[in-house]
């Protein structure tokens, strides 16, 4: 065979080897990263094509697309959301991962996105609880056990400073589950038999349930003042946690309007309700908590900056490392007009 | 490490093994499968999700993803479109595509497509021939001999049956290295001087430049009664290769409209000049040549649905063959809940 020149490849960062860069580094330093690398994107919030995502349903789930682009990095993001696969023993959301060169339209990274989705989401919604949640909140309540609770609370606890944390899932397996992962991580660990339980003494209260309906795993009376509420499984039409209620007495803190308002808890409310957006706050436009009593919200869905955030820190990260591998994914021919005396010479 | 379970990979076709792939199938009769696979994809066209494409434009070029789905299976490609690359030694286009499995949103093939590209571009044009070039067309001008002139010299020799190939490129550089490329494949190939001569005596005409401006490649009186019109390189807004007065004068079949309209050498004319979209003549529900002084002209801008048609034909093509390598691209615990432990595991 002929040598693709070094352009026609990739580096390619497996699900192995995002595992491996993560322990290298330490999960809590990849967080903290990623949540620095979001914080300085949302800071250049003007510099980026905002396209909200490109979603194809089907009667069991959604497979989308998030592009953007700064300009100088295009990035892109492929992920499912398919709440039945559990059941069947499949992963609710898998995704992957592109950067390319906006100057040549090459692609200079394609990486696995399901472990770094699951990083950046908890990167996300501590980096919004840092500009939003009470002042030495120490306690927070993690309300569904799954996939991402684990990730959540280790980023509370790397960015927030969090030492204890209230489980609570409708499947106590799953809070079993999580309690045990959570054994060596330095947190105080609670599992609870009820909702209400959990929120007990909690300065934070994380939602992450995930099934495709509307619920109401928070209800009005569950809210003290003060708290901040990080939700994070209303993230598509008609999925959403929290009661009504609850929206009216919070100031809600947003990602991106115009995707929130189709896909977030807000889209219970009137399509004028007031939001404040997250990059306001982070610029110091907009403070974000005003007072003791006051309740935060922050309504997440997952905004395509953040994965191209996550993307380039990854791609910094393996740089001078073993942690990725060359894909031979572009005809780079010698002479570039020349595809078809590529494919003749390598009979 | 631990082993990732089998639905963590998915099948990867590099640009190598495509290569090997083609050759051990024949290129010819690669073309004619992907042709077919098209013609089979349009002639169940209202099954389809169809999408404009995506796109990021940027001062020097585009990169676009193409999203389709026919409910059982989703597609989607990258590709960017860079005229200024070749200059620097790149490919104007490279791209690469995804599969996957609408019930569980896990993808089932990533493939390069930069190659894969050129071969559903030249069948695309050669399927669109056989139903509207005069019968018993003998002779082609390939006007524009880049990258992908020879592919499409091939795909109509083998589609369409034609013997006899006059090519014209500015640059006469270019006319060498294609008929240099052509030299072994049984076709007649004669370099011509001028693209005036290129037309004389053929009863297709094929364009295909690269400029990202509107150009004159065809003017109205090198337009003889009777020739069919095989315009690739009018493929994006600004992009234009013929005078409209060819337009007026000619039959006009399109992909989908409501993207050629922004796209093709029909951006030139009234938003509402009637076209004929080729699924309708491949279903027999409209007649494609219906006169031998008739002028057919295939507006080709390339569409979706021709991505997933050349991608399902590879997804079949690689089954029992080793053109392919498993990529471990999907985190797949074997809790699916337990995402964090498949992490703490691999410590």
């Given amino acids: 065979m002929l040598t693709p020149s070094k ?3 990739v580096p390619f960062v497996s699900v192995h080897n995002m595992m491996r860069l993560i322990h290298a580094n330490g999960l809590s330093s990849m967080l903290i990263r990623i949540a620095d690398t979001i914080e300085e994107d949302f800071l250049r919030w003007d510099e980026f094509d905002k396209t909200p995502r490109v ?14 682009s700064d300009g100088e990095l295009y990035g ?8 039945k696969n559990t059941a069947e023993g499949l992963q609710t959301v898998t995704a992957f991962g592109l950067l390319a060169d906006v100057q040549s339209g090459y692609p200079v990274l394609l990486s696995e996105m399901t472990m770094l989705t699951a990083l950046r989401t908890a990167a996300m919604s501590a980096l919004a609880a840092k500009h939003l949640a009470p002042k030495g909140a120490t306690t927070m309540a993690m309300i569904g056990n799954g996939a991402q609770s684990e990730f959540q609370c280790r980023a509370f606890q790397a960015i ?3 030492t204890h944390v209230r489980l609570y899932d409708i499947d106590p397996a799953a809070t079993k589950k999580c309690a045990a992962n959570l054994e060596n991580s330095g947190l105080h660990v609670t599992a609870c038999a009820t909702s209400e339980d959990a929120v007990a003494g909690a300065q934070i209260i994380t939602t992450c349930t995930a099934d495709k309906q509307n619920a109401t795993v928070l209800t009005d009376n569950m809210i003290g003042a003060g708290v901040h509420i990080n939700a994070i499984g209303g993230d598509c039409p008609g999925k959403t ?13 947003v990602e991106y309007p115009p995707q929130t308002r189709i896909e977030g808890e807000i889209q219970a409310l009137d399509a004028h309700h007031p939001v404040i957006e997250l990059h306001d706050v982070f610029a110091g436009r907009h403070v974000g908590r005003i007072a003791d009593k006051q309740i935060t ?4 869905v997952g905004f395509a900056i953040e994965d191209f955030s996550a993307l380039r820190c990854i791609k910094d990260a393996i740089q001078g490392t073993p942690f990725f591998e060359p894909l031979d994914m572009l005809a780079d021919p010698d002479d570039p007009r020349d595809l078809y005396g590529m494919l003749n010479r390598a009979k």
Avoid at 241 to 253: C, G, M, Q, V
Wanted: aromatic share 14%.
């Fill in 55 to 68: 979603a194809s349903h089907s009667d069991v789930g959604v497979i989308e697309l998030m592009p953007t």
């Fill in 297 to 300: 919200l922050f309504d997440s």
């Fill in 160 to 162: 927030c400073g969090i």
């Fill in 241 to 253: 946690e929290l009661h009504s209620d609850i929206l009216y007495r919070s100031d809600i803190f």
């Fill in 7 to 9: 352009l026609a490849y």
């Fill in 76 to 83: 892109f993001k492929y992920v499912n959301g398919h709440p």
